[in-house]
């Protein structure tokens, strides 16, 4: 036993990541290591420490192959991990559902769910995928583009409305839940047009060339739906070098919650942005936690839709000074006791509670706790 994980650890400082023992032990797979997936780490890192979870976090560098072959190098350790973590990133998912079912390992789908149902669904008829975590992509983009035809409509009721969007990966989970959320708002709202939807890789470059592009196609347009926070910003650069105002001529949303989109929502460049789903990191831990502990889950249901928080200017400075906090103080993160969504660890929890709204209140009770806190 002492060998395995000698040799555990020799083949994870070659991966270029860096173990933490604890009582069970995880494997976090992320596509990047963006600000967003940097989060993502983050929440879970610290619900592992308060769970006495290993958790060992693996970057594949935006690399569809890095993923995989990290997958192989972990699949092949001698003493393997308890339960792998990972998203659908670019269709990887169904890999790592054949593998955790020939391994006889747990498993937790987060962030992007599949684009179909080829594999089946959590426990059926591989039952050691045993949850699916995932934001309430539509949901959201219906909320996200409802608030954008409504600001667009202050004091006008009347006026039409020409939307635009720029959606990331055409095949990706998020990016067709997302449109499905912005085509099911337009098809319901009267005086409202959706031209057309572009695609992109997700990145700002790309936002920037598809939405100089649609201003010529379109010039009338008056609203651009965004898929995420990067094809935001390239959004608002060409819609800055046409001329243009972001929040006066033209209407525009993000798509998370980090501390350059609530600036941007404070400053009225961007008018609404939804997000806060990195706290999945955190929520996967705990589930995989409770299931490893003998707490099934099976009674609330083993497809978890977590809610995003919705961002205005009405709101945006009580959510920056909480956020802007943990971005400037990581560390303080792990002030919060995540051991209290547990189920296992509190046996008389009986539902669990995965939104950021709730977590940010909870940091806030521990910040004003603290000598010196205002």
Known sequence: MVVSRIVT?????????????????????????TPFWNRVALFARAAAGDLDVQLTVFDADADRLKLLRQLDQVSGTPDRFDAWLFPNFLRTAEDFLVRCQRLETACILFNSGLADDRPGTPRHPNPHWIAQLIPDDTGSS???????????????????????????????????????????????????KLKQVFYTDWGARQAYIRTTGLLHRYPDVNVIWSANYRTTNGILRALEDKGLSPGRDVLVNAYDINPQALNQVSEGRVAVTAGGHYVEGAWAVILAHDYLAGRDFQDQGLVF??????????????????????????????????????????????????????????YQEVWALEPGSE
């Open 9 to 33: 650890f020799v083949i994870l400082l070659w991966l270029g990541v860096m173990p933490a023992w604890g009582h069970s032990r995880m494997a976090l797979f992320l596509p990047d290591d």
């Open 142 to 192: 219906m909320a996200v583009t409802r608030e954008l035809i409504r600001q667009a409509r202050q004091g006008n009721t009347q006026r039409p409305i020409t939307i635009a969007g720029v959606n990331g990966y055409q095949a990706d989970a998020p990016a067709i839940k997302r449109e499905e959320g912005l085509r099911k708002v337009v098809a319901e709202a009267r005086g409202v």
């Open 305 to 362: 839709h977590t809610p995003l928080l919705i961002v205005t200017r009405d709101n945006v400075e009580t959510i920056r000074a909480v956020l802007g906090r943990i971005e400037q103080e990581p560390e303080s993160l792990y002030r919060v006791d995540f051991s209290r969504y547990s189920r296992a660890a509190n046996p008389d929890l009986e539902d669990y509670d995965f939104s950021l709204q709730d977590l940010l209140r909870d």
